[in-house]
């Protein structure tokens, strides 16, 4: 009788702490959901390779980049960078980019980086970021990443993202049918 006493002290001593805590700061009502993208997302990654700043990165900008990136790394001159460069281009990624940073690995453990251990994140984003496989990556497929608009886009620019966004939903089947009727996208009805 004893034991089951105290077991149901404990128990309403435990409920009566319990009932008391509020919920963490992301699931009050009040507070404003943090952009997990603030610092641009998976497209801030190959943004810095838009080498005349119209907010289209091309293939050619792409490896033209790269390429200059790396052989500024490789301060040996030798086409491999060591593990103390690596951790040297690692750190400062993770200083500049935090959460969204990649770092450069050396893949096949040889002791050596070599320029496609380097690039081989941004081709791999580059390629899936290229929905239409032109070799560009145009301010539409980059805002998809994450990249934010661009303050200088043209009205016209920016209501042509949003009729692009609508009828990427439709296909999905994510938003209401086009107008004037018709058949449903994807088939017949």
Same mark, same amino acid.
């Given at each position: &009788?004893? $034991? !089951?006493? /105290?077991?149901? /002290? ?35 990654? *190959?943004?810095?390779?838009? $080498? ?13 980049? =790269? ?8 301060t040996h001159h030798n086409g491999?960078?060591? $593990? #103390? ?6 750190? @400062? ?9 990649? +770092?450069? &690995?050396?893949?096949?453990? @040889? ?5 496609? #251990? ?6 791999? *984003?580059?390629?899936? =970021? ?10 539409? #497929?980059?805002?998809?990443?994450? !990249?934010?608009p661009r303050e200088d886009a ?18 999905r089947g994510e938003g209401p +049918? +086009? ?11």
């Amino acid at each position: &009788m004893r $034991a !089951a006493l /105290f077991v149901l /002290f404990a128990a309403l001593a435990l409920a009566a702490c319990g009932g008391r805590q509020q919920p963490p700061p992301w699931m009050r009502a009040a507070e404003k959901p943090r952009d997990e993208n603030y610092h641009g997302g998976n497209a801030a990654i *190959l943004l810095k390779y838009d $080498a005349n700043h119209d907010g289209t990165v091309t293939r050619d900008e792409l490896i033209k980049g =790269l390429r200059a990136e790396f052989a500024a790394h490789d301060t040996h001159h030798n086409g491999c960078l060591d $593990a #103390e460069q690596a951790g040297q281009i690692n750190q @400062d990624r993770v200083d500049a980019d935090q959460s969204t940073a990649t +770092p450069v &690995m050396d893949w096949n453990q @040889d002791g050596c980086i070599d320029y496609t #251990e380097f690039s081989a994140a941004p081709y791999s *984003l580059f390629d899936q =970021l290229d929905v239409d496989h032109d070799g560009k990556l145009t301010p539409k #497929e980059l805002q998809r990443a994450g !990249a934010k608009p661009r303050e200088d886009a043209a009205p016209d620019q920016q209501q042509d993202q949003q009729q692009e966004d609508r009828r990427g939903r439709r296909r999905r089947g994510e938003g209401p +049918p +086009p107008e004037g009727g018709g058949p449903p996208p994807g088939g017949a009805p």
